[in-house]
């Protein structure tokens, strides 16, 4: 399985992003896609999932209200649209692919089997 992720940039306070993430080979195997993000000297955080379905999303109490996961499931692409965003948002942004169907699982960036290369979002104030 291959991620592709985009949609990075620079935004100020309150401003908005959206991130693509396109997944392709053998992705029948995947159970649930997720977002997490990586702030300067700070450990790997859990963003945001969505079943392959499409029909189950988890959030991050941080970005609830906030951001909302969404997929394509014809292109094979989840979305994540980052509205109202902050400073504290500023981070690498990674995608990944989790074959567990464990919920718990989602959580956890030891959870997810592959990985996207990180797409930088940088929030101004």
């Known amino acids: 399985v291959q991620l592709q992720a985009c949609g990075g940039g620079l935004v100020q306070a309150g401003g908005s992003l959206r991130l693509s993430c396109a997944a392709s080979g053998r992705t029948f195997s995947i159970n649930t896609m997720g977002w997490f993000r990586q702030a300067p000297g700070k450990e790997r955080e859990f963003v945001a999932a969505i079943s392959w379905s499409g029909g189950s999303t988890m959030y991050a109490d941080s970005v609830k209200g906030r951001f909302t996961i969404s997929r394509d499931n014809a292109k094979n692409t989840d979305r994540l649209q980052m509205n109202s965003l902050k400073p504290e948002d500023t981070a690498v942004y990674y995608c990944?692919?989790?074959?567990?169907?464990?919920?718990?699982?989602?959580?956890?960036?030891?959870?997810?089997?592959?990985w996207g290369q990180g797409t930088l979002v940088t929030v101004s104030s």
């Open positions: 990944a692919a989790s074959r567990s169907y464990s919920s718990r699982d989602y959580l956890r960036f030891n959870g997810y089997d592959y």
